[in-house]
């Protein structure tokens, strides 16, 4: 079966300011490359349209009075944070980007593609169910996931948040809920917005144990975030057995990204994607979405990582992947030796999660 590309040329509409991290050339230099390279002829691809989110489907996930505010503001313009400004339209922009993951989840579901990458914008997963923040606005992870949930489509959802910064929006809207394993890998929140995702947040309530943080610290590379995965992500999922396995990727773990510090590459992207479908071949029939988050190098790296995530979930040879070798000396100076640092945190993780897994006993 086919991979879906979610994607429409509405997602280029939004931007807060010409020269705001979060702008359209996020996605024009991703769909250039995808163009240069093929991908979008290739037979095992294909470009599906997306469409708008229901008020009932924003609604499941935020509150009415948050969009109402949210709807008001985006007739005249206004100011949610000092980073996230509402410009003109921005609901509707939102709308058609919470639209899109529903899109992917819905033609994974309908048997049209084995799995899909909604290229969405805006972000979404600092969006809480009463406010938006970091240049998010509606979560459009977890409007999808709960629309999933309510129509029976699924019964137990795994979120893997690669983004370098926290999910905390994600996190706020599962942390009770034992039907939503949510993991998040990202950048120590003492060196990095939001400033939470600390190893001590295990969900609350019936939730508790569900919820998984993994701090890494700056210069962190392949090789932290393939310990991550095997000692902690893929157990956790195997035991936890999904219906369905969802990606919020954020693409600003790369090296060249202007807003953080961590040293991940395209190939090791591409690897990380390749377990996700590895394992929801094994555990969920191949059902799995991804959806895109940050990422901010818009040259250096978004082209090529988006590409890589493409290329392995359709399958193709990821041997290849790779930036250009301009920026080979960026890489060598972000890069930083901290397996050490990272196996500690394992370390304590698996002691603190002990009681809720069996893999970690």
């Known amino acids: 079966m086919k991979t879906g590309i979610v994607y429409h040329d509405y997602y280029l509409k939004h931007e807060q300011s010409p020269t705001h991290p979060e702008r359209r050339e996020r996605l024009e230099y991703t769909m250039d490359q995808l163009?240069?390279?093929?991908?979008?002829?290739?037979p095992d691809i294909e470009v599906i349209c997306p469409r708008k989110a229901t008020m009932e489907e924003v609604l499941s996930v935020h509150?009415?009075?948050?969009?109402?505010?949210?709807?008001?503001?985006?007739?005249?313009?206004?100011?949610?944070?000092f980073d996230t400004s509402v410009p003109v339209g921005l609901y509707d922009s939102a709308v058609w980007s919470a639209g899109g993951a529903l899109t992917a989840a819905e033609s994974v579901f309908n048997g049209r593609v084995k799995n899909a990458f909604a290229l969405i914008r805006p972000p979404g997963h600092h969006a809480k169910p009463d406010n938006g923040a970091g240049f998010c606005y509606l979560n459009n992870m977890a409007i999808m996931v709960k629309s999933l949930i309510k129509r029976k489509m699924i019964k137990r959802a795994a979120i893997l948040d690669?983004?370098?910064?926290?999910?905390?929006?994600t996190q706020a809207v599962f942390y009770d809920n034992p039907d939503v394993l949510y993991i998040s890998i990202h950048q120590d929140g003492r060196t990095?917005?939001?400033?939470?995702?600390?190893?001590?947040?295990?969900g609350a309530g019936k939730g508790r144990g569900y919820n998984i943080c993994i701090p890494v610290l700056p210069g962190a590379s392949d090789d932290v975030f393939r310990l991550v995965l095997d000692e902690v992500y893929i157990p956790v999922v195997e035991e936890f057995k999904p219906d369905f396995i969802a990606i919020s990727a954020g693409q600003d773990n790369h090296f060249t990204d202007p807003l953080t510090n961590l040293a991940l590459t395209a190939r090791g992207y591409a690897e990380m994607m390749k377990d996700a479908v590895i394992l929801s071949d094994k555990l969920c029939n191949g059902r799995l979405v991804t959806i895109l988050e940050g990422g901010y190098g818009v040259e250096g790296g978004l082209p090529y990582v988006n590409l890589g995530i493409i290329a392995a979930m359709a399958g193709m040879d990821i041997s290849n992947i790779r930036e250009p070798k301009i920026y080979e000396d960026v890489l060598k100076r972000r890069r930083r030796d901290v397996i050490d640092s990272a196996e500690e945190t394992v370390r304590r993780l698996k002691s603190i999660l002990k009681d809720y897994w069996a893999c970690f006993r």
């Open 35 to 42: 163009r240069e390279e093929g991908i979008l002829e290739d």
């Open 63 to 81: 509150t009415a009075r948050y969009i109402e505010r949210l709807k008001n503001m985006s007739e005249k313009g206004g100011v949610i944070d």
């Open 162 to 169: 690669w983004d370098a910064h926290h999910g905390d929006g």
């Open 192 to 202: 990095l917005y939001p400033g939470t995702g600390f190893i001590d947040e295990i």
